[in-house]
């Protein structure tokens, strides 16, 4: 299983990012996917999460009405639009796989890809 994680970059506060996160190895259309962040000497935090028929999402307070998640099944890729991005959204991003349902707790998820570095400066 691989899941490769692009779009991530430097961008001023108030901009906008698009991450995305292709798949391989897996029934892609049977997992739910996340999206994880983690600053330097923090934990890793859901983002935001998407379930296997993309019928069911979830968002972390911290991001809810910046950021949506969307899923096309036919190209095995999720992705998370990020908006009127902060300075506090600066991490490294990580998207993740896990059978069927939504969780929000990084060990809930069983793949994971490589991460993608977003840089929001002030």
């Known amino acids: 299983v691989q899941l490769q994680a692009s779009g991530g970059g430097l961008v001023q506060a108030g901009g906008s990012l698009r991450l995305s996160c292709a798949a391989s190895?897996?029934?892609?259309?049977?997992?739910?996917m996340g999206w994880f962040r983690q600053a330097p000497g923090k934990e890793r935090d859901a983002v935001a999460a998407?379930?296997?028929?993309?019928?069911?999402?979830y968002y972390a307070d911290s991001v809810k009405g910046r950021c949506t998640i969307s899923r096309d099944n036919a190209k095995n890729t999720v992705y998370l639009q990020m908006d009127s991005l902060k300075p506090e959204d600066t991490a490294v991003y990580y998207c993740?796989?896990?059978?069927?349902?939504?969780?929000?707790?990084?060990?809930?998820?069983?793949?994971w890809g490589q991460g993608t570095q977003v840089t929001v400066s002030s």
């Open positions: 993740a796989a896990r059978w069927l349902d939504i969780r929000t707790r990084a060990y809930e998820y069983d793949y």
């Open positions: 998407i379930s296997w028929k993309g019928s069911s999402t």
């Open positions: 190895g897996l029934t892609f259309s049977s997992y739910a």
